[in-house]
């Protein structure tokens, strides 16, 4: 014997063997073909490099004529007035709040994705929230517009600010509006601050793979130096978590915070306790949505099938569900406390205002159809029904259905924000007041071209900025792992 | 003209013999020296002997300061230097102002960790004599770097250079200054 046996015991007892789990138990790798971390390096990088492809080129042509109509349609109204909008009384916040509302919304899913998946350690997030990341960003940049356009004198916007001015006034922070301010922009700030951290060591990726010196000069400066040294490595992972820990806090509040602007009201419709998580869960909603229509075709036309992977849109797809089921759930509780509340304003703001639509509901309960019955109800289409598609393997699997759902999703959630603003307001409690929101061309086509200004960064993201966290998902390959075979380990555990 | 070489250089294929080696240097009781990889490699913290991260330091204080600025600002402002009366409610409340002082503890401390990470790393660095090598390009990519540098009391030409071969190091070379 030329070991000693610590325990002899052991010797008379067979060894122990762990078998591997079943195939069928194993989870999919999130990068597939067990592709190692120089091809992935050189796989995401290549999308920023080289001249761009005919469809980029065309997608923001496109994005620039809208973004310029975006901003010829705030040049009209900075002209004239927001009598070209289609406000009137008593529906004196239209358009502008449910964009605005809607916009947030969609960037919560990238803040998710980076803060709130991070510390649940979901390793799958690695390959989406770089590019969720930025629509987060630019969503919130096409949400700000709104708010500033709408106060009428848009040169006053500074007043929202506590900056000193010639009247020595303040701002009045009583108001949830002014909370809105200041979440809102704080939103923005720390979002872009995250994401710019996320990019220190991708842009020194780019910054060592450049050709040319102006390349080299420029991601370099943006590098700042970044080496990738272990030592700071170290302090970058701690302020990756403790800002990932401060994006989840502050993700819940955003978004309860815009509520509040209704919430704190007195408005039927807007008076709502279950608004702050009711919003959170429709913006996760519709930000899951955004991200499958940006991410379903991207991975194809850049072929990133191997990154994003089926799997990684599968899982998205179940968020879908859970925060879709969560919205439904809320529809549902608002309606109950409108009936069981007791409040006549309430029940028939739900009912006679909503939910009565000319072919059923009025006709059994003898009333008018509600004006608004058709945005209710496409609300509750898109909202409630479309995700429970999700429950089944077959729908998830299928990128086209995926798309389309996604598509409808954003529509439902667009429709969620405008019956919340726009019904709530057009009949009031004197039916003397009651009236009826129509939006004008400018209305519309000033939302059709934030979809511009948002495309146009978002296409400019794709060429200047690696769109997926290169570091973070060699980080979650086998091949990183010193614990894995694969990673060098002579023996190993078989985590992965 | 310093004739003495910045640093030696030592490239390792994988995350695995990169963890053995930078275990073996630190418990050779070397100083001025560093892993570079192109990911943080799990575990490397511990092999080298690096304690945590003062960066929630930054953080923290960063957030106390975005709170109290938050709740000050908005009792001076409203309370103080124009009081107007709307509601009838009070002139100023912790709850109407927790909002704004609650994105600004957010903002703050976000702010501190981002800052207090870049001046622990004291960064932005415009010059550092590792990025000017061709070879130390891989380290963004798909190779992992022990750097040992010329002025830790421990470093010898010869020995420390064995050393690093014998940790299985394949490509070895100085870094000028």
Redesign the interface.
Known sequence: MTEASPMPAMSRTPPLVVRAPPAELEREPLVANGR???WL?DTIAGVAEGSPPAWWKWCFAISVTMMTVCFLCVLYLMSTGVGIWGLGHPVMWGFAIVNFVWWIGIGHAGTLISAILFLLRQKWRTSINRAAEAMTIFAVMCAGIFPLIHVGRMWYGYWLF?IPNSY?????????L??DV??VS?YF??SA??W??GLI?DL??M???AKTKMRKFGYGLFA????????????????YL??AG??T??VL?VHS?VS?DFSVSQLPGWHTTIFPPYFVAGAVFSGFGMVLTLLVPLRRLLKLEEIITARHIELMCKVLLLTGSIVGYAYAMEFFIAWYGGNPAEKHLFLNGRAADPFVISKLLHTNPAPYWWAYWTMIGCNVIVPQFFWFKKVRASMITVFVLSILVNIGMWFERFVIVVTSLHQDFLPSNWGYYRPTWVDILQFLGTFGLFFTFFLLFLRFVPLIAI??V??VTP?????HPL????TGGRHS | MNARPYAILAEF???????RA?DKVRGEGFRNW????????????RA?G?R?????WF?FIG?VTGYATGML??WF??AV??P?L?GG?PMF?PF??F??S???T??F???G??L???F??R??????P??KNRRF??????RFFLVIQTNDPQYSETATRQMLESLGSRHIEFVEE
């Not at chain 1, 020595?168 to 949830?176: K, M, N, V």
């Not at chain 2, 294929?13 to 963890?19: D, H, Q, R, S, T």
């Open positions: 190692g971390i120089g390096s506590p020595r006034l303040w701002p009045q922070f009583r108001s949830p002014m909370w200041f979440a704080t700030t720390v601050l995250f710019y951290m060591p020194a990726v910054r060592d793979r700042m130096g970044w080496t990738g040294s272990n030592r700071h490595w170290s302090n970058y992972e701690k302020a403790i800002l401060l994006s806090v502050l509040s915070i509040l570091a973070e060699k980080g091949q990183a792992d010193p614990h990673g060098g380990a002579k | 294929e994988n995350p695995a013999a990169i963890l930078a560093d892993v570079f990889t192109p990911f943080p490699v799990h575990g490397m913290d080298m690096i945590n991260s003062k960066v929630g953080s957030g600002m908005i402002m409203n230097d124009y107007i709307i409610k409340s109407a102002a909002p704004p609650y994105e600004l957010i903002l401390g976000s702010f960790a981002l207090g990470m870049l622990l790393n960064l932005p660095r415009l010059h550092h590792l990025l390009k891989l380290a963004s990519h798909d």
